[in-house]
């Protein structure tokens, strides 16, 4: 797990951590650091770090703007679980 910072601010974190026996990365930032393309750059520079590949993500399916987030770091759409799209990163 990670910190982002943007402007001297703790702005939120992104991680990675294995869930049903595969490698996956997640993010959280708070409202007022939405839209400013924080999220595209924390993530980007994480998966430099994390060098394993393929990672995954699993987004619910309204939340466009993270699944846009993951789709500029190079993920791809892989499949569905329930209510969720599943991203993979090759």
């Known amino acids: 797990m990670k910190t982002v910072v943007a402007g001297g601010d703790v702005a939120g974190n992104v ?3 294995v869930h049903d026996g595969r490698r996956e990365v997640g993010y959280w930032l708070g409202r007022d650091h939405w839209g400013k393309g924080i999220a595209s750059c924390a993530l980007a520079e994480f998966l430099r770090i994390v060098a394993e590949r393929p990672l995954f993500a699993g987004v619910a399916r309204h939340n466009a703007p993270s699944i846009r987030v993951l789709e500029k770091c190079g993920f791809a759409i892989a499949g569905e679980d329930g ?3 599943i991203l993979e990163l090759r």
Do not use: G, K
Request: charged share 15%; glycine share 0%.
């Open 83 to 85: 209510d969720h799209v």
């Open 15 to 17: 991680l990675a951590f």
